[in-house]
Nanobody, 124 residues
Framework: QVRLVESGGGLVQAGGSLRLSCAHSVRIFSTYSMGWFRQAPGKEREFVGGISSIDSTTSYADSVKGRFTISRDSAKNTLYLQMNSLRPEDTAVYYC?????????????????WGQGTQVTVSS
């Protein structure tokens, strides 16, 4: 069983930064791709970005490209989402997830295991 636990959310002013962490219970980077998603109130869950298990290639949604960066620390079994230049529209609950595909997709249905989410609130 894969267990994912997000942390690092909070309240930040527009233009500020946060780093989210996703700790997972087993070593999965070599097998599973991983993704970050977010869900704002009244909206569907949307893809933020992902990282491939093949070569750590990252991909991002257009809305966060150039502001957010995904990285991982295999020794710590932890995935990160560095968020810079935050905007009020980035306010959402952020989730990490793993997929059985080696290359991340934007479809949440491809992801098998999910964390509980961490709230990010950006004030204007």
């Amino acid at each position: 069983q894969v267990r994912l636990v997000e942390s690092g959310g909070g309240l930040v002013q527009a233009g500020g930064s946060l780093r989210l962490s996703c700790a997972h219970s087993v070593r999965i980077f070599s097998t599973y791709s991983m993704g970050w998603f977010r869900q704002a109130p009244g909206k569907e869950r949307e893809f933020v970005g992902g990282i491939s298990s093949i070569d750590s290639t990252t991909s991002y949604a257009d809305s966060v490209k150039g502001r957010f960066t995904i990285s991982r620390d295999s020794a710590k079994n932890t995935l990160y989402l560095q968020m810079n230049s935050l905007r009020p529209e980035d306010t959402a609950v952020y989730y990490c997830a793993t997929a059985l595909h080696r290359v991340p997709t934007e479809d949440s249905r491809d992801y098998t295991y999910w964390g509980q989410g961490t709230q990010v609130t950006v004030s204007s």
